[in-house]
């Protein structure tokens, strides 16, 4: 380019000289001068001709060469070697956050029932309605129940009643046995010295063993007198036990989720459901893991829980228990995490989104979900080797992230993968690899 210069330069000066050359010889001079400027003329233009012709072949030529050079060049590289988007194939983080669906229940939960027949004096409570332990939460009135309670008093006395005479009757009976006892020692006395007759000795031995057995009678009748008393003094434990029952307590520390009788209800003992009580200081939310990750979450884990009303919260809780054994129609691991509610802000009925951290111990491989080529064969991808031709390869897919695939097996870390591979891209055919602008590492969230 230098030299092209530096010869146009030249050849403007000469041309330049020329110019003035011919400005001189427009001027009119002696007779005898006019021969020799035309020779003069013809020489200049000569000459001229020459610097027009060199300039040609030394700057134009060369100049014309180099850019037929380079449009073959360029033509020849367009048609051999297509552009082709390639992108990197990256490990996945030994983290990832699984996020789970899950329904928000209190950790304690009873139904109130009736245990008194009767109809409700007085109510206390309503829904909403936060109550202690032991708290009157309603009153009902059973005046039967009393006259049960009085029937049952007047059976007792009966009983006792009963035993009383069991008894005088059994020291009767051991009075004419001690006699029988003596008559028939006498008997046996009379009937050795040939008093008496022997069939007379045999009655009086006979009276002692009835008065004998006539006893043991009457003590077993005793012991049933008494036995008839337990029973009644139980009846009556049981009955009074029974009123106590007309006060309804709440049995823990909750809130009244549930009303459903009024004042002036009948209500039935054991089927008539009065109110629903729940502790609410800390709740437990069921979530069922995958069975990939069954073996990654332990209790005591830290779990975040959001609410999609409670926007910008997260309430933080622990992986309290599993149930050790899978699903086997969804292969999922119930898990149970416990969240604290001291706030109050939650509700059991929630429905709740839980995100555990879960670690990996072997990270899959990630590709772009682009890459993928989907034929007869199964899943495959356009490697682009090192030396820049192309090997399709079968892969086997794990997760689906949307914008990025799991390849389970096939390929490793590091490997260039082309970007919607077309028509162009066969195998073993090579391309002119160009690097695709690299995009944000996906959230590990199903």
């Known amino acids: 380019m230098n030299e092209t210069r530096s010869t146009e330069d030249r050849l403007r000066s000469e041309i330049e000289d020329l110019k003035r050359q011919l400005e001189n010889a427009k001027h009119p001079g ?42 073959a060049e360029s033509k020849e590289t367009g048609i051999t070697l297509p552009l082709v988007n390639v992108a990197r194939v990256t490990r996945a983080e030994g983290k990832s956050n699984l996020v789970l669906p899950g329904n928000i229940q209190a ?35 059973a005046p ?54 022997k069939q007379d000795n045999d009655n009086a031995q006979a009276q002692y063993a009835a008065q004998q057995a006539n006893v043991q009678a009457l003590q077993q009748a005793a012991a049933a007198s008494r036995s008839n008393v337990s029973a009644a003094e139980a009846g009556l434990s049981r009955l009074n036990q029974l009123k106590t029952y007309q006060t309804v307590r709440s049995p823990f520390e909750g809130v009244i989720t549930m009303r459903n009788v009024d004042t002036g209800a009948l209500v039935n003992e054991g089927s ?45 809780g622990t992986v309290t228990r599993t149930s050790n054994a899978l699903d086997p129609t969804t292969r999922t691991l119930l898990t149970e995490v416990q969240v604290p509610n001291s706030g109050g802000v939650l509700m059991p009925g929630m429905y709740a989104q839980v995100d555990l951290t879960v670690p990996r111990k072997n990270p899959p491989l990630l590709i772009p979900g682009d890459t993928l080529v989907v034929r007869a064969d199964g899943p495959q991808v356009a490697v682009v080797r090192p030396d820049a031709t192309v090997h399709f390869t079968r892969i086997t897919l794990g997760r689906d992230f949307g914008d990025r695939l799991e390849a389970l097996t096939g390929l490793e870390e590091g490997q260039q993968l082309a970007i919607n591979p077309s028509d ?18 996906p959230g590990k969230k199903q």
């Open 424 to 441: 162009v891209v066969r195998e073993g055919v090579k391309v002119k690899p160009v690097a695709a602008p690299e995009k944000a590492a």
């Open 30 to 71: 002696a007779a005898s001068d006019r021969r020799p400027r035309a020779g003069t003329l013809i020489l200049i233009a000569l000459l001229l001709t020459a610097l027009i012709v060199v300039g040609f072949f030394v700057g134009y030529l060369p100049r014309q060469k180099r850019e037929d050079v380079l449009a």
């Open 107 to 141: 950790v304690t939960e009873a139904p109130i029932l009736a245990r008194a027949t009767g109809y409700i004096r007085k109510r206390y409570v309503d829904i909403g309605d936060r109550v202690k332990a032991g708290q009157v939460v309603a009153e009902v009135e």
């Open 272 to 316: 008539t459901l009065l109110f629903r009580v729940a502790q609410t200081g800390t709740l437990r939310i069921y979530v069922n893991l995958p069975q990939t990750d069954a073996d990654s979450v332990k209790p005591g884990q830290r779990a975040d829980i959001s609410i999609a009303e409670l926007t910008g919260r997260k309430f933080t």
């Open 144 to 197: 039967e129940l009393d006259q049960q309670i009085l029937q049952a008093r007047a059976v007792i006395e009966q009983a006792k009643s009963s035993v009383q005479q069991a008894d005088a009757a059994i020291q009767q009976a051991r009075a004419n046995e001690n006699l029988a006892k003596i008559t028939a020692g006498r008997m046996s006395n009379l009937l050795g010295r040939g008093v008496i007759s």
